[in-house]
Nanobody
Framework: QVQLVESGGGLVQPGGSLRLSCAAFGRSFSNYFMAWYRQAPGKQRELVAAITSIGSTNYADSVKGRFTISRENAKSTVYLQMNTAKPEETAVYYC?????????WGQGTQVTVSS
């Protein structure tokens, strides 16, 4: 069983930066595939960024060059650094983990990009 706890959401101005964190509570975090998803009101949940156990990353085209996903295995934590945020990126951001064939979701953290 894995528990994921997100933090760092809040209000950010357009063009601003925010860093989300996701702490994982479980065994062998270094083996987890981790990702961030987001869901805006009335829209489907979409993949934002992902990172494998060996540190390979993948990004949605819309965030490439602005967002960075990283992991700190010693702290069992994955991060999402959001730069040059846009109003249309207002959404609930969810942490995701896959361990073997089992997937886990965090409770989500609200990010609002607005002036």
């Amino acid at each position: 069983q894995v528990q994921l706890v997100e933090s760092g959401g809040g209000l950010v101005q357009p063009g601003g930066s925010l860093r989300l964190s996701c702490a994982a509570f479980g065994r062998s975090f270094s083996n987890y595939f981790m990702a961030w998803y987001r869901q805006a009101p009335g829209k489907q949940r979409e993949l934002v960024a992902a990172i494998t156990s060996i540190g390979s990353t993948n990004y949605a085209d819309s965030v490439k060059g602005r967002f960075t996903i990283s992991r700190e295995n010693a702290k069992s934590t994955v991060y999402l650094q959001m730069n040059t945020a846009k109003p249309e990126e207002t959404a609930v951001y969810y942490c995701f983990a896959r361990v073997g064939l089992t997937s886990y979701w965090g409770q989500g953290t609200q990010v609002t990009v607005s002036s």
